[in-house]
Each structure stands twice: as structure tokens, then as C-alpha cells.
């Protein structure tokens, strides 16, 4: 069965850091275009990072310099390492799977993990 | 940056009848388009993606028509379950950019 489960959320006090998780199972994220996307509360869906099968990443520029996107092969998880974070990144944030590089539609979420910036 | 603007911001609809919602893109993204439909507490479902392309397993009821700027997501007979926010999506550029939504609620 194909999945993603994502982990590691949590409230945090602004300046702080944390690293998400996204354990994915049926398929190979190496193989993919990996990407995050982010809710915040009364908000619309933000994409935040994407990383290319080749290892290629592009960010939004709301988080470009602050968050790094990165994946280990043989956990087959994705991660979001994210510092320096603000109040504005309070978001519940999804891993998801393009189509493919020229259909970078997302086909499978996972169910998201919260993330509070506050003090 | 593409900016995306959905209208309505909702649609209030009767079971059965036709829902279609727009999406207009603030520059061409020619049919690199995508819809998804997402209900409360649930992860986004891609419905459509290449504007008119129905993602696997989706109804017939849902379709996407489009190109350039201006896209429609048709849905024929509204079920119970097809009361949920309904966003687009372009990858022609990067930054990924997402609509503001539009619910669709029981009329």
C-alpha cells in the first residue's frame, strides 16, 4: 500500500528549530519528486519545498535559507529540517508525491503533522 | 510568482445538481493545472492534474476543461460526499502556487 506518514511536529518558541519526518511505504522516495506543503490555521495550502529524484530542491522564498529538505535512502523517509522558525510557520505540514516532473500534480499526502511557533 | 484566484469563495448547491468552479491563473500556465478536493481533517485528494486528466479513481462526475489562464472544475451530480473545499494548483512555475479554495456546501 502506498503512504506517507509524516512526524516530528510539536510546539516550539520562535528561533527554535525542528526536523519533520516522512516515512513513506510502497514506494522509493528517491525515485521521486518529493515535496512539502503547509496549512496554516484559516489558511490555503502553502508549498513550501520540493526535492527532485536527482537531488535537485527549490523552496518558497518565505522559507528559502531557513528550511532544508533532504531524504535518506535507506529509510526511505524524507525529512524537513527547519530553523530559525517564526510564528508565521505555525502550519500543519504535508509530505507529497508528485506525478512526475512534468505532471507535478500530488497524487499521495500524508495525513500531516502540526507545527506551533510560539512563546 | 502565479497567482491563483477561485470563484466563487463558495457554492452553495443542492444533491444532484452541477457545481463548476473557477480558477483563473494571473499568467499562463498553459494546461499545467491541477485540482484536489479536501474535506476536514483529511490530507488534499487530487481529483485532476494536466487541467482535463482525472487522477486514478476518480468519478466521471468531476471534470476539468481549461488552458492559458482560465480553468473550470465541472462536477455533474453533487453527492453527499462531494461537499468539501476544492483547490487548484499550477506547476508550470516554480514556486508551486495554490488557489484560495472554494467550499462547496449543502444549499
Known amino acids: 500500500d502506498v503512504q506517507l506518514v509524516e512526524s516530528g511536529g510539536g510546539l516550539i518558541q520562535p528561533g527554535g528549530s525542528l526536523r519533520l519526518s516522512c516515512a513513506a511505504a510502497?514506494?522509493?522516495?528517491?525515485?521521486?519528486?518529493m515535496n512539502w506543503v503547509r496549512q496554516a490555521p484559516g489558511k490555503g495550502l502553502e508549498w513550501v519545498s520540493v526535492?527532485?529524484?536527482?537531488?535537485?530542491?527549490y523552496y518558497a522564498d518565505s522559507v528559502k535559507g531557513l528550511f532544508t529538505v533532504s531524504r535518506d535512502t535507506s529509510k526511505n523517509t524524507l525529512f524537513l529540517q527547519m530553523n530559525s522558525l517564526r510564528p508565521e510557520d505555525t502550519a500543519v505540514y504535508y509530505c507529497a508525491r508528485a506525478l512526475s516532473l512534468y505532471y507535478h500534480a500530488m497524487d499521495v499526502w500524508g495525513q500531516g503533522t502540526t507545527v506551533t511557533v510560539s512563546s | 510568482e502565479i497567482l491563483l484566484t477561485q470563484s466563487p469563495a463558495t457554492l452553495s448547491v443542492s444533491p444532484g445538481d452541477r457545481a463548476i468552479l473557477s480558477c483563473r491563473a494571473s499568467?499562463?500556465?498553459?494546461?499545467?493545472l491541477a485540482w484536489y478536493q479536501r474535506k476536514p481533517g483529511q490530507a488534499p485528494r487530487l481529483l485532476v492534474y494536466g487541467a482535463s486528466t482525472r487522477a486514478t479513481g476518480i468519478p466521471a462526475r468531476f471534470s476539468g476543461s481549461g488552458s492559458e489562464t482560465e480553468f473550470t472544475l465541472t462536477i455533474s451530480s453533487l453527492q453527499s460526499e462531494d461537499f468539501a473545499v476544492y483547490y487548484c494548483?499550477?506547476?508550470?512555475?516554480?514556486?508551486?502556487?495554490f488557489g484560495g479554495g472554494t467550499k462547496v456546501e449543502i444549499k
Open positions: 526535492i527532485y529524484s536527482t537531488g535537485t530542491t
Open positions: 494548483q499550477q506547476y508550470r512555475n516554480w514556486p508551486l502556487t
Open positions: 499568467q499562463t500556465v498553459s494546461s499545467s
Open positions: 510502497g514506494f522509493s522516495v528517491s525515485n521521486n519528486f
